[in-house]
Nanobody, 119 residues
Framework: VQLQASGGGLVQPGTSLRLSCAAS????????MRWFRQPPGKDREWVAT???????RYADPVKGRFTISRDDAKKTAQLLMEGLRPEDTAVYSC??????????????WGLGTLVTVSS
């Protein structure tokens, strides 16, 4: 089972960016899907979660600006980031709780994608 994040880049403050996370492999069901980020020189921090019932939660610094969504048919999760600020600069990674076809439950991580917000 693999997760792959994409969509990062260099953007100006105030603009928007959409990240995508794609899951692949021997997957039966995907439970919670999450986004984390790690700013330069800082620890990784949780950003947002979406459950398999599409319930969402957000960290206070991004609440009202970021929107997490998922497409179970495509096995993807997205993070729409609006009103980006320089402090949003970080490597963004996705994480998901996955039930595999062999009845295992794993917490899968994908390689991150760098988002740089700068003028």
């Amino acid at each position: 089972v693999q997760l792959q994040a994409s969509g990062g880049g260099l953007v100006q403050p105030g603009t928007s960016l959409r990240l995508s996370c794609a899951a692949s492999g021997s997957i039966s069901v995907i439970d919670d899907m999450r986004w984390f980020r790690q700013p330069p020189g800082k620890d990784r921090e949780w950003v947002a979660t979406i459950s398999n019932r599409f319930q969402t939660r957000y960290a206070d610094p991004v609440k009202g600006r970021f929107t997490i969504s998922r497409d179970d048919a495509k096995k993807t999760a997205q993070l729409l980031m609006e009103g980006l600020r320089p402090e949003d600069t970080a490597v963004y990674s996705c994480n998901a709780d996955i039930f595999t076809r062999s009845a295992d439950v794993i917490s899968a991580w994908g390689l991150g994608t760098l988002v740089t917000v700068s003028s």
